[in-house]
């Protein structure tokens, strides 16, 4: 990588402060990439993890390695191999004359430059994160309130239902109450009907009952009337008879007084006595 502390330091653009590593395994190099900017490629492919085979090219940056296969009973150092596009990277071991310093300070200084991007792409992807975060967060809580809206527009829809249940239930209430009040008015009408008509009957056959008591107390008064009648006339005939036997008992009285009369005229005269008896008789 460019930073400091690496293993092998190279400066060269699009290499991350601390780029991939790489280890040697058998049939070839492990190399694993450390989280750079612009990826660790093998033979073209971005890959994470993988073996380097002989043959193959590792490209890290503008870099390209390419593995050589054994040489003198071993591999070949990667540091050897190492091309930037044909151009040697690495300088032979011991040099240290001013050139090598200044390339030294100049990849320190582009590690510096390369750290400070990759913390500024750092801090824009964390604030891309954040943003993303506060992005969802309000879609979340726009969800939210999305549903609660429609847990409070289900309640609203619940509670009219309810409302109108319940109105429709008074309803229903005030017209089986309205029709049992019908009906107990139709039975109180039939029932003051059926009164009304036992009453009328009553009074019927109380007034048939006065006008049979009237009729039987008239023939009643008829028969006594007759009665009296006849007990009158009877008394009157009585009477009449009585009048009768008297006035003839009066005029015996007084025939025979007369006669008792006579005689003692008799007496005194017999010729005008006989006279008199002749008149009396005629």
């Not at 085979?53 to 191999?81: D, M, N, R, W, Y």
């Not at 049992?180 to 009074?203: F, G, L, M, P, Y």
Request: hydrophobic letters at 40%; a positive charge.
């Amino acid at each position: 990588g460019r930073g400091p502390g690496v293993d092998v330091q190279v400066a060269a653009d699009g290499i991350s402060a601390q780029h991939c590593s790489v280890e040697v395994v058998k049939g070839g190099v492990k190399v694993t990439d450390l989280g750079s900017t612009n990826g660790t490629l093998i033979n073209g492919r971005d890959i994470r993890s993988a073996v380097l085979k002989p043959g193959q090219t590792l490209e890290i940056g503008v870099l390209e390695f390419e593995l050589s296969g054994p040489s003198g009973g071993g591999a070949a150092p990667a540091k050897e191999a190492a091309t930037t596009r044909g151009t040697q990277v690495f300088k032979a071991p011991g040099q240290q004359d001013r050139k090598a310093a200044a390339a030294e300070a100049a990849a320190a200084k582009a590690a510096a430059a390369e750290e400070r991007r990759e913390a500024a792409a750092r801090a824009a992807k964390e604030r891309q994160e954040a943003a993303q975060a506060r992005k969802e967060a309000a879609a979340a809580a726009a969800e939210e309130r999305r549903q609660k809206a429609a847990a409070a527009a289900e309640a609203r829809q619940q509670a009219a239902k309810a409302k109108a249940a319940e109105a429709e239930a008074r309803k229903r209430e005030a017209a089986a109450a309205s029709e049992e009040r019908k009906r107990a008015q139709a039975r109180e009408s039939a029932d003051a009907k059926k009164t009304a008509a036992k009453a009328a009957q009553a009074r019927a056959r109380e007034e048939a009952q006065a006008r049979a008591v009237a009729q039987k107390e008239a023939s009643r008064q008829a028969a006594e009337e007759r009665k009296r009648a006849a007990a009158q006339a009877a008394a009157e005939r009585r009477a009449k008879a009585a009048e009768a036997a008297e006035a003839r008992r009066q005029a015996a009285l007084a025939k025979k007084q007369q006669s008792v009369s006579s005689r003692k005229q008799s007496v005194s005269s017999r010729g005008s006595g006989r006279d008199e008896e002749a008149e009396s008789g005629g």
